[in-house]
C-alpha cells in the first residue's frame, strides 16, 4: 500500500502529505521525558512547513536525545553516529548531497563534553544544518550524571552540587560564527514550533538550544534543569511570529517594537520585543543578554542571533549545484586529456 497517498478527508499540507506520513517509532524515552516534546514539534513544524521527508536526512550521536530522531520522520533518510560524532558525518551528508535537509539532533552531553571539538568547527563553518540540543544538564543515558551544561549550584538527587563553571552553547556557537542562534524550552509549543519553522527556511547552521527536563534524573528541587525551575525562570526576548513564504499574507507591524527579518527563501520572521529592546542582528547585545540573564538565574528564550545572509559552507567552498553524491563518472574523472590541457595551461 503506498502510504504517501491520502485517506479521504485527511487533512493534508502543501505537498498534499498527511500529518502521519511526519511521524516515526513510537518513543521508548520515558513518559514526561522533555525529548518527546522537541520531536512533536519537529513532526509539526516538518508537516506545516511542506517539507518531504524523503529529502531530509535526520542525524545524531549518542544518548537519549540522540535516539530521538527514531520518533519522527519515519521515511526520511538517517545516521545514527557515535557519540559526539554527529557533525563530522552531518558536514559528509549535506557535502555529498547539497539537495538533502540536515537535522541533527544531540544532547547537552553528546555536543558539549565528548563532541565539543566537532561541535566548534559546525559551527564556525556555517554547515547548512538545523542542530538542535536536548539540553537536560545531565547524562539522562548513562544514569543522570552532570553535563557540561549543568549550572553552578544545581543539585544530583543524591545531594551533589555541581561547581563547575557551565558552557553556555548559544553564547559558544555566537562567537563562532553560527548565523541562527535559538533557544527554547520543550514546554513551550509556541515558541518551539515558530523557531523551528523560521529554521527550515535559513541556510547555514541553525543552532537550536531547547530545554529539555530529565524526568527520571534531574526533575527534582535543586535542579536548574527540572520543570518547576525552567517555568519560573524562562525569560522570553520577544514573541516570535514566522510567515512562510507560501503564505500569502502581508503583516502590520510597528518597526519601533518588532523587528522584522527577511530569511533566506522569501519567508518573513516578525520578532515583537517584550522585556527590552533587543535587536536579533547584533552579535555583542545577544551575548550580553546570554550572560545577564544567566547572572540572574534566568535564561533567555527566542531567537538570540541571526544573520541570514551569511554564506554557508558550501557556498564558501564554491561546491557545484548538482549533488556530488549523482554526478556521473565522466564528470567526477575528466580523463587524461583535461588533465594535459591543465598542465598545458600552466606552463
Ligand atoms: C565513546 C563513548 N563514551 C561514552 C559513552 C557513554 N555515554 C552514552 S550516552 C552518554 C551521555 C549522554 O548524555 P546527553 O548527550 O546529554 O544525552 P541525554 O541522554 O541526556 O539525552 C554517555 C557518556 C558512549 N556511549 N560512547
Ligand atoms: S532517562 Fe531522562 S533523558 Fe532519558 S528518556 Fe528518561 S527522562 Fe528522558
Ligand atoms: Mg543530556
Given at each position: 500500500m503506498d502510504t504517501t497517498i491520502p485517506a479521504p478527508g485527511k487533512k493534508t499540507n502543501r505537498i498534499g502529505l498527511?500529518?502521519?506520513?511526519?511521524r516515526g517509532g513510537?518513543?521508548?524515552?520515558?513518559?514526561?521525558?522533555g525529548h518527546n516534546a522537541i520531536s512533536e514539534r519537529i513532526i509539526d513544524a516538518f508537516f506545516e512547513m511542506g517539507?518531504?521527508?524523503?529529502e531530509v536526512i535526520k542525524l545524531s550521536g549518542i544518548g537519549c536525545s540522540s535516539k530521538s530522531?527514531?520518533?519522527?520522520?519515519?521515511t526520511s533518510h538517517g545516521f545514527n553516529s557515535v557519540h559526539g560524532r554527529m557533525p563530522s558525518v552531518g558536514t559528509g551528508a549535506v557535502l555529498a548531497n547539497r539537495k538533502l535537509i540536515a537535522i541533527g539532533v544531540s544532547g547537552d552531553g553528546d555536543?558539549?563534553?565528548?563532541?565539543i571539538g566537532q561541535f566548534v568547527h559546525l559551527m564556525r563553518r556555517n554547515v547548512p544544518i538545523i542542530y538542535i540540543i536536548e539540553d537536560n544538564g545531565c547524562y539522562g543515558l548513562t544514569k543522570g550524571q552532570f553535563s557540561?551544561?549543568?549550572?553552578?549550584?544545581s543539585k544530583l538527587k543524591t545531594g551533589v552540587v555541581n561547581d563547575l563553571t557551565p558552557i553556555d552553547t548559544c553564547a559558544l556557537a555566537i562567537e563562532l560564527g553560527a548565523s541562527f542562534v535559538a533557544r527554547s524550552f520543550s514546554g513551550d509549543k509556541k515558541q518551539l514550533l515558530s523557531i523551528l519553522k523560521a529554521s527550515l527556511s535559513h541556510s547555514g547552521t541553525a543552532l537550536i538550544d531547547v530545554l529539555s527536563?530529565?524526568?527520571?534524573?534531574?526533575?527534582?528541587?535543586?535542579?536548574?534543569?527540572s520543570y518547576a525551575y525552567a517555568k519560573d525562570h524562562d525569560e522570553p526576548l520577544g514573541e516570535v511570529s514566522f510567515v512562510p513564504f507560501f503564505e500569502d499574507i502581508s503583516v502590520e507591524y510597528d518597526p519601533g517594537t518588532t523587528t522584522a527579518v527577511q530569511m533566506h527563501d522569501g519567508s518573513k520572521l516578525y520578532l515583537k520585543k517584550m522585556a527590552e529592546d533587543y535587536d536579533p542582528t547584533d552579535k555583542l547585545n545577544a551575548v550580553r543578554t546570554i550572560h545577564e540573564t544567566a547572572r540572574r538565574g534566568e535564561f533567555a528564550t527566542g531567537?538570540?542571533?541571526?544573520?541570514?545572509?551569511k554564506p554557508d559552507f558550501l557556498e564558501l567552498l564554491n561546491v557545484?549545484?548538482?549533488p556530488l553524491a549523482t554526478l556521473p563518472v565522466e564528470r567526477v574523472r575528466p580523463g587524461r586529456e583535461v588533465l594535459a590541457e591543465i598542465m598545458d595551461s600552466l606552463r
Open positions: 498527511e500529518h502521519t506520513l511526519y513510537k518513543t521508548t524515552l520515558c513518559a514526561g521525558c517539507v518531504d521527508p524523503k530522531p527514531a520518533y519522527f520522520l519515519g555536543t558539549g563534553a565528548i563532541g557540561p551544561t549543568a549550572d553552578v549550584g527536563p530529565c524526568v527520571t534524573f534531574n526533575d527534582h528541587e535543586g535542579s536548574t534543569k531567537i538570540l542571533y541571526i544573520e541570514p545572509d557545484v549545484d548538482e
